[in-house]
């Protein structure tokens, strides 16, 4: 099984960005797929998943306002949309998959990918 993050880089305040993770050798319309981030110091914090056939999103309270998540199922792709970045969305993006259990718990995502860093200037 392999997850592997697009799209990450540097980009200014105020615009906009979309991470892109590649899912392989799993059966991936059967998973949730979520987006967690990490700054630097900081825990690994939820962002955003989409549930099995993409009928069900949750977002965090603190970019739900700014952030999409979608997923091409026959592309195996979850995208992350990000508008109006600020300062405070710089972190290293993590995708994750899980079978069952809590979206918001990194404890319940059985597969990881190795990251995408997205920096924002001001």
């Known amino acids: 099984v392999q997850l592997v993050e697009f799209g990450g880089g540097l980009v200014q305040a105020g615009a906009s960005l979309r991470l892109s993770c590649a899912a392989s050798?799993?059966?991936?319309?059967?998973?949730?797929v979520a987006w967690f981030r990490q700054a630097p110091g900081k825990e690994r914090a939820f962002v955003a998943a989409?549930?099995?056939?993409?009928?069900?999103?949750n977002y965090a309270d603190s970019v739900k306002d700014r952030v999409t998540i979608s997923r091409d199922d026959a592309k195996k792709t979850v995208y992350l949309q990000i508008d109006s970045l600020k300062l405070d969305d710089t972190a290293v993006y993590y995708c994750?998959?899980?079978?069952?259990?809590?979206?918001?718990?990194?404890?319940?995502?059985?597969?990881w990918g190795q990251g995408t860093q997205v920096t924002v200037s001001s």
């Open positions: 050798g799993l059966t991936f319309e059967s998973y949730t």
């Open positions: 994750a998959a899980a079978w069952r259990g809590s979206v918001y718990s990194t404890a319940s995502h059985d597969y």
């Open positions: 989409i549930r099995w056939r993409g009928g069900i999103t």
